[in-house]
């Protein structure tokens, strides 16, 4: 059974930092995509950041974030990471953790959200002003 639990969430000022942690068991990251998401209240949920296991560990990154948040991957302990940095009001959301198991080769859109079959339940970052 594959299970995806986030943490690392919380309460935060802006221009504070959060690693957020997503723990997956239930499959290993050959060829596995591992994304992170997120959905403010009134929006739809978006890609914020992805990583791929094959060709050659691949990121994705959504403009808004690029600079300040960076994705990594611990395949040893089957766990990735989103550290948040210089954090602004606007990243509020429920960010969740996504992955797309035995399949990262074949995407050619790593963060588009109807590739990622196992979803967390999500972890709740605030960023006040």
């Known amino acids: 059974e594959v299970q995806l639990v986030e943490s690392g969430g919380g309460l935060v000022q802006a221009g504070g930092s959060l690693r957020l942690s997503c723990a997956a068991s239930?499959?290993?990251?050959?060829?596995?995509?591992i994304g992170w998401f997120r959905q403010a209240p009134g929006k739809e949920r978006e890609g914020v950041s992805c990583i791929s296991s094959s060709g050659g560990g691949r990121t994705y990154y959504a403009d808004s974030v690029k600079g300040r948040f960076t994705i990594s991957s611990d395949n040893a302990k089957n766990t990735v990471y989103l550290q948040m940095d210089s954090l602004k009001p606007e990243d509020t959301a429920v960010y969740f953790c996504?992955?797309?198991?035995?399949?990262?080769?074949?995407?050619?859109?790593?963060?588009?959200?109807?590739?990622?079959?196992?979803w967390g339940q999500g972890t709740q970052v605030t960023v006040s002003s």
């Open positions: 239930g499959f290993t990251f050959d060829d596995s995509a």
């Open positions: 996504a992955a797309a198991p035995a399949k990262a080769r074949l995407l050619i859109r790593l963060c588009q959200q109807r590739n990622y079959d196992y």
